[in-house]
């Protein structure tokens, strides 16, 4: 299936029954979802499978970070699985994303391949305190010149960078960016956040949007209405 709108819904519940009971308000043509550590950590793959089943892409967004040998292992164990998209920390470095890389080819396995640079819930100084001086900016830059030449897909960025990684490495290389919020919704511990609609505007390709719909007094009018806000540019 294709599906032309970047809306990836992120299914952050407790069980799988919840997470499916959202996923059965949703339509599987109108927007992708995503498993992430706590989901699948209480329900196992079967959550993949049942997602499938339902018709969804599936992006399984476990960001590995790990020697490069145990990486490209679960890569090809995510891809097994059917996954749409996966991915890994950059910050594993070369070695590691090349090793996840050539296993993906080895196997022929189509599965999108993409690179965490900085998280979303950073600012410069949790950046600082890590040891990196210049800024989410700079780093991002870094990290995702080093996962394109490592071949990877693309990355989890903020839409802040968006627009600088278009013109620095290209607009095919994909932009999932968090840490999206409608203009009324909450930060929460998001810091580097963006609009819809001007998430879109910088160069973003996919938009990760959780708690701003899933959190909702009524989810599926919190949607159409980033549907309705995405429409209008
Ligand atoms: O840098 C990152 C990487 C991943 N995420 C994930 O995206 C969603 C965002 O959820 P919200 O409720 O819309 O904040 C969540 O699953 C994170 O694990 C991120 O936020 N930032």
Redesign the pocket.
């Known amino acids: 299936m294709s599906v032309a709108s970047p809306l990836i819904i ?1 299914l ?1 519940y407790t069980s799988q029954d919840a997470a499916l009971c959202m996923a059965d308000r949703l339509d599987p043509s109108r927007c992708r979802v ?1 498993v ?2 706590e989901l699948f950590t209480r329900s196992g793959p079967g959550v993949l499978e049942a997602l499938h089943g339902r018709g969804f892409e599936v992006f399984l ?1 476990l ?1 590995f970070h790990d020697i490069p040998n145990t990486v490209a292992g679960a890569v090809e164990a995510a891809a097994d699985q059917g996954v749409w998209m996966v ?1 890994l920390h950059a910050s594993g470095g070369r070695r590691m994303m090349e090793a996840a890389r050539e296993r993906l080819d080895q196997h022929r396995l189509a599965t999108h391949l993409i690179a ?7 600012q410069e100084e949790d950046l600082a305190e890590t040891g990196v001086t210049g800024g989410a900016a700079e780093q991002v830059l870094r990290l995702a010149t080093l996962a394109d030449e490592c071949g990877l897909d693309g990355v ?3 839409s802040h960078e968006a627009a600088h990684l278009s013109e620095r490495i290209g607009a095919d290389f994909l932009k999932v960016t ?4 409608p203009a009324s919704a909450l930060a ?3 810091r580097r956040i963006m609009t819809p609609s001007a998430a879109m505007a910088a160069g973003s390709t996919h938009l ?8 909702a007094s009524d989810p599926m009018q919190a949607l159409a209405s980033i549907e309705q806000e995405l429409a209008g540019i």
Request: charged letters at 25%; hydrophobic letters at 30%; glycine letters at 10%.
């Open positions: 992120a952050d995503k992430g550590k967004d960001k991915n965490v640079t900085v998280l979303t819930s950073m989890v960025c903020s968090p840490g999206i919020r929460d511990d998001q990760v949007v959780g708690r701003p719909v899933t959190q």
